[in-house]
C-alpha cells in the first residue's frame, strides 16, 4: 500500500521519480568521495589496525555469494572503515566487462562487510606511522566470476 495521497488537482504522484540511482550529480560525488577515502594516498591521519577474521563455518550458504580471503589486517579509521578498505581491495564489476544485477557497484556484496561472515578486532590504535590499506593478507580480485566460460 502507498502512502502517496493525493489532494487537490495536481498531477498523481505515483512515488517515482525520473532519476537513475548512482546517475545523479549527489551519487557520483559520492562514490568519487568514498573511493578518495578507500584510496591509501589519503595518509596524515590517526589510525588503528585492525584484523578481519572468517567467523563462518566453512560451509556456511553466505560464502557462496561472497568468497572469503582468510584473514586480514589493516590500517583504517574505525572498524567500519576497516571493512571499507578490505572491500575497496576486492575487483569490482565496474573495472571489467560486466553488469551487476541490481546495483550500480559489487563493493557492497563484499563477504568483508557481512558481519556474520568477519569480525573485526582492533589489535593497535592512534598510529600516525601507517597509510590507510591492507597491511597483512591478501585479497583476490577472482570474486566476480564470468558467466560465460573462455
Given at each position: 500500500?502507498?502512502?502517496?495521497?493525493r489532494?487537490?488537482?495536481?498531477?498523481?504522484?505515483?512515488?517515482t521519480?525520473?532519476?537513475?540511482?548512482?546517475r545523479?550529480?549527489?551519487?557520483?560525488?559520492?562514490?568519487q568521495?568514498?573511493?578518495?577515502?578507500?584510496?591509501?594516498?589519503?595518509?596524515?591521519?590517526?589510525?588503528?589496525i585492525y584484523?578481519?577474521?572468517?567467523i563462518?563455518?566453512?560451509?556456511?550458504?553466505?560464502w557462496?555469494?561472497?568468497?572469503?580471503?582468510?584473514?586480514?589486517?589493516?590500517?583504517a579509521?574505525?572498524p567500519?572503515?576497516?571493512?571499507?578498505?578490505?572491500?575497496?581491495?576486492?575487483?569490482?564489476?565496474?573495472?571489467?566487462?560486466a553488469?551487476?544485477?541490481?546495483?550500480?557497484?559489487t563493493?557492497?556484496?563484499?563477504?568483508?562487510r557481512?558481519?556474520?561472515?568477519y569480525?573485526v578486532?582492533?589489535?593497535?590504535?592512534?598510529?600516525?606511522?601507517?597509510?590507510?590499506?591492507?597491511?597483512?593478507g591478501?585479497?583476490?580480485?577472482?570474486?566476480?566470476?564470468?558467466?560465460?566460460p573462455?
Open positions: 500500500m502507498s502512502n502517496v495521497s489532494t487537490g488537482n495536481e498531477e498523481i504522484n505515483n512515488a521519480s525520473p532519476t537513475t540511482f548512482g545523479s550529480v549527489e551519487s557520483q560525488a559520492q562514490m568521495d568514498a573511493a578518495a577515502e578507500a584510496s591509501p594516498e589519503t595518509g596524515g591521519e590517526i589510525l588503528n584484523r578481519l577474521e572468517p563462518a563455518a566453512p560451509d556456511d550458504p553466505r557462496d555469494n561472497a568468497p572469503g580471503h582468510g584473514v586480514v589486517v589493516v590500517a579509521r574505525t567500519g572503515d576497516a571493512r571499507i578498505v578490505a572491500a575497496a581491495r576486492e575487483l569490482d564489476f565496474m573495472e571489467v566487462d553488469a551487476p544485477a541490481e546495483d550500480v557497484t563493493v557492497n556484496a563484499s563477504a568483508f557481512d558481519d556474520k561472515l569480525t578486532i582492533e589489535i593497535d590504535r592512534d598510529r600516525y606511522d601507517i597509510k590507510r590499506g591492507i597491511l597483512d591478501t585479497v583476490s580480485v577472482d570474486t566476480i566470476r564470468p558467466v560465460e573462455d
